[in-house]
């Protein structure tokens, strides 16, 4: 479970204090999906890098699992994040020296060896429909292919909670479709935690709970 408590973000600027988040608090169990819209620098994404342990919030508390990632030392910290939540970023964030296999299998690079990691990444990459893919590097991929590559990258270490930030924001019409159908079939598939922020309207009507970014405030919509 996912609980967000009464969160707030600042960051200093020499006029004092910018607040970006204040008082933000909702709850996500396992299995649930929620879209978070809104105008650009209304918070979306910073809402999204504290919950997923990449900056920490100025108040208030983020639990996973029952464990504050905050509370824990810089190396725990890491451990954590890695283990249990996955990223897709707008930007897909491929390796271009590395085929599409070995950077679905980066954020594994750090975990205990022979624990099956590679079968899983085949599985992975098959059934995003890229079994025939495994060894092309992201050059020779097309835009929707790479995030595809980056969805089964996020999935590999199978973690509780999935973080998307405008994950279809760079794709034409058609990828953006099938890559937002991937994202929640795979959620599904392995009941996972989804939370998506993302600018698209086509996107967002397809998860039944909805937030939206207002004025520094999270709210349902």
Known sequence: MLEIQRLSKAYPTPQGPLDVLSDVSFELKRGEAAVITGPSGSGKST???????????????????????????????????????????????????????????????????????????????????LEHRLNHRPSELSGG????????????????????DEPTGNLDHDSAESVGSLLLDMHARFQTMLIVVTHSRELANRFSLKYEMKGRHLERA
């Open 47 to 129: 809402l999204l890098y504290a919950i997923g342990a990449l900056d920490p919030p100025t108040a208030g508390t983020i639990t996973l699992d029952g464990v504050n990632p905050y509370s824990l030392a810089e190396k725990e910290l890491s451990s954590f994040r890695n283990q249990k939540i996955g990223f897709v970023f707008q930007d897909h964030c491929l390796l271009p020296q590395c085929s599409a296999i070995e950077n679905v299998l980066a954020p594994t690079l750090v975990a205990p060896r022979d624990n099956g990691f590679e079968e899983r990444a085949r599985s992975l990459l098959g059934q995003v429909g």
């Open 145 to 164: 292919e790479k995030q595809r590559v980056a969805i089964a990258r996020a999935l590999v270490q199978e973690p509780v909670l999935l973080l998307c």
